[in-house]
């Protein structure tokens, strides 16, 4: 189900600012003009809206501990980008000492990751998993033993040149963090996936006064802590939408993913090669998709050089 590209655009003109990120950028930068600043990211865009508003607000972004920052009432969100060259590990423990420090006091319910070349290996490990290590350094600094229980919804794609850019939601309200019992949370992977395990939940629920929000982690072909149907897109695709299904019925938004009690979808689909668009396409149409979702399709690098498709959601009720 392709969207137009005018599916989500510049805020309303009685808005002066929102937390927007662009994507199709030749490298990823903090683009600001005026009170408004736009983070700009290298994932073309196969289908569907170029760009996601994160946060909208009445305010101007200002820029605190490094971070691009958004303020709306109880929420806030950020952008940053680490200085070119940097060590893919420095400058991620160093981006998330930012990010802790600009949200301080906040709870912190999304983190989109953006990093280069996340397949790469260099001196015999891989970018990700250098990746993983910074991030998670820096969240057991931040809140120390046991700080897997802070762990919020995230993703990290390969976003071409780089530097490694992040996004993120926080806010006042207590979030519950969530995981799919048919899945090995990806904080307590073995040692097979790296030196420190990746340092997400696989969903977090935000419950507001008049609004709730679940965000969906970046959701691919696993089971247990293992990849499923190696070189099968169509057998991914199905342990994908499958995994949906069940963090989300877990968190309690229904089995169907929120479509029978009316959530607003927003998804974004993320391929590895443009070859594959029109089967994930037609894939999602004919089994998961709903009239009225937004959704964006991505050509991305995923975490594992052996997954082909990764979703992420937004539910908003």
């Known amino acids: 189900m392709l969207r137009p590209e005018s599916t989500i655009l510049a805020p309303p003109s009685s808005l002066r600012s929102a937390c927007r990120v662009i994507f199709g950028a030749s490298a990823a930068r903090i683009d600001r003009t005026g009170c408004t600043a736009t983070l700009e990211v290298g994932l073309p865009v196969l289908g569907g809206a170029p760009d996601e508003v994160l946060l909208q607000t009445s305010q101007a972004s200002e820029t605190r501990h490094g971070c691009v920052m958004f303020d709306a009432g109880t929420e806030t969100a950020g952008l940053a980008v680490a200085a070119p060259d940097t060590d893919l590990e420095t400058a991620a423990r160093d981006l998330y000492r930012q990010l802790f420090a600009a949200t301080r006091g906040r709870r912190l319910y999304r983190v989109w990751n953006y990093v280069p070349g996340i397949n790469a290996v260099h001196a015999g490990l891989e970018n990700y998993r250098r990746f993983c290590r910074g991030r998670s350094v820096a969240f057991e600094e931040q809140f120390g033993v046991g700080y897997q229980r802070q762990l919020p919804a995230a993703s990290a794609v390969g976003a071409n040149p780089g530097p490694l850019a992040i996004a993120f939601l926080a806010g006042d309200a207590a979030p519950r963090?969530?995981?799919?019992?048919?899945?090995v949370p990806a904080f307590e992977y073995p040692a097979?996936?790296?030196?420190?395990?990746?340092?997400?939940?696989?969903?977090?629920?935000?419950?507001?006064?008049?609004?709730?929000?679940?965000?969906?982690?970046?959701?691919?072909?696993?089971?247990?802590?293992a990849t499923i149907a190696v070189g099968d897109l169509a057998g991914q695709l199905a342990c994908t939408r499958e995994n949906l299904h069940i963090i989300a019925a877990t968190t309690g938004a229904g089995a169907d993913f929120g479509a029978a009690d009316g959530w607003e979808r927003t998804l974004k689909v993320y391929i590895r090669h443009a070859?594959?668009?029109?089967?994930?396409?037609?894939?999602?149409?004919?089994?998961?998709?709903?009239?009225?979702?937004?959704v964006t399709y991505l050509l991305a690098d995923?975490?594992?050089?052996?997954?082909?498709?990764?979703?992420e959601a937004v539910l908003t009720l």
């Open 177 to 183: 963090h969530f995981e799919n019992p048919r899945q």
């Open 192 to 225: 097979d996936y790296g030196p420190r395990p990746p340092s997400f939940s696989r969903a977090t629920l935000v419950d507001r006064a008049a609004r709730r929000q679940l965000f969906v982690s970046g959701t691919a072909a696993i089971r247990g802590h």
């Open 275 to 294: 070859r594959d668009l029109a089967n994930v396409s037609h894939d999602l149409d004919d089994h998961f998709l709903r009239p009225g979702d937004t």
């Open 302 to 311: 995923l975490c594992r050089s052996d997954l082909l498709v990764e979703i």
